[in-house]
């Protein structure tokens, strides 16, 4: 009985682990749902919304990087032996590219807002309370050049947003796959309090 349940335990991802899990799931989505409606809100509604974007989007940048140190620090469980090695391998891939995102999508969008020609007189305060500096960097670039940088990251953020719903989608995919169709306990292993059973 203890030899399945310590199986069982490795078999499964920490508390911490799964924290970081959901929590930068959860805040990426709703910036997500800030960014997508942001267009459609009145005119004295987009700038509260930005401004909690930006402190989500930095928020996220902070969790990722704890969340790869707790990584670094305590290894993932293994998947099962049965998957197949393409299986595996796409399944690598895809958190390797999560993790990427976690952390580009955050400086793109810090360093699109520090090119921003009206940046010097609009502090940015982490959810109206918390300063946070700029990039002085492409603070001080000369007006056209921020201009340019301010562009061009703006852009480069939005194109890996796209890359983000479609990494979002095959990582869901994935899990409901192996969880409904291969009827391996793939969820178990990332939800707190549940047991994973090895077949």
Request: glycine fraction near 6%.
């Amino acid at each position: 009985m203890k030899d399945t349940v310590a199986k069982d335990n490795l078999n499964r991802y920490t508390g911490v682990a799964m924290f970081f899990h959901w929590l930068i799931a959860a805040l990426m989505i709703v910036n997500v749902i800030l960014a997508l409606s942001a267009d459609s809100l009145p005119d004295d509604w987009v700038r509260p919304f930005i401004n909690t974007h930006k402190s989500i989007g930095i928020t996220v940048l902070g969790l990722g990087l704890l969340r790869l140190l707790w990584r670094l620090a305590n290894p993932p469980p293994p998947l099962p032996a049965r998957y197949p090695a393409w299986e595996k391998r796409g399944a690598h891939a895809v958190h390797i590219a999560l993790y990427v995102l976690i952390f580009a999508l955050p400086l793109t969008g810090w360093i699109h807002d520090s090119a921003w020609k009206k940046a010097a007189q609009n502090p940015l305060l982490l959810f109206g309370i918390i300063p946070w500096p700029r990039i002085s960097y492409f603070m001080d670039l000369d007006p056209q050049t921020k201009e340019m940088a301010h562009k061009l990251f703006g852009q480069i953020h939005g194109s890996l947003a796209y890359v983000l719903y479609a990494l979002f989608a095959l990582h869901i995919a994935g899990a409901l796959k192996h969880q409904f169709i291969d009827k391996e306990p793939e969820l178990q292993r990332m939800f707190p309090g549940s047991k994973t059973t090895r077949r």
